[in-house]
């Protein structure tokens, strides 16, 4: 079992930026590959990155790339999104999400393990 706590979301202006955070407890972190999914209200849960368990590999939605930057420290258990930018249209909850194997990552059905989420809410 792995427990995931996502943080930092809030409230931002259009073109600023937030870090969020996602700390694990549980089960061998650095076993896991790590997904940032996020989700905006009338919407279906959309892939937003992600990272193998040894940070070899990252994946990202193609629209943001350049805008968001995954990343992971095995040694706090924690994986990070940078998101710089920000615009309206980020507004959303965003989750982290775990799982031991990967084979699309950007497939929520892919991950076992996810967090509450948090939420992030950007003006105009």
């Known amino acids: 079992q792995v427990h995931l706590v996502e943080s930092g979301g809030g409230l931002v202006q259009a073109g600023g930026s937030l870090r969020l955070s996602c700390a694990a407890s549980?089960?061998?972190?650095?076993?896991?590959?790590m997904g940032w999914f996020r989700q905006a209200p009338g919407k279906e849960r959309e892939f937003v990155a992600a990272i193998t368990w040894n940070g070899d590999r990252i994946h990202y939605a193609g629209s943001l790339k350049g805008r968001f930057t995954i990343s992971r420290d095995n040694a706090r258990n924690a994986v990070y999104l940078q998101m710089n930018s920000l615009q309206p249209e980020d507004t959303a909850v965003y989750y982290c999400?775990?799982?031991?194997?990967?084979?699309?990552?950007?497939?929520?059905?892919?991950?076992?393990?996810w967090g509450q989420g948090t939420q992030v809410t950007v003006s105009s």
């Open positions: 999400a775990a799982d031991r194997t990967v084979v699309s990552p950007m497939n929520p059905k892919e991950y076992d393990y």
């Open positions: 549980g089960r061998t972190f650095s076993n896991y590959f």
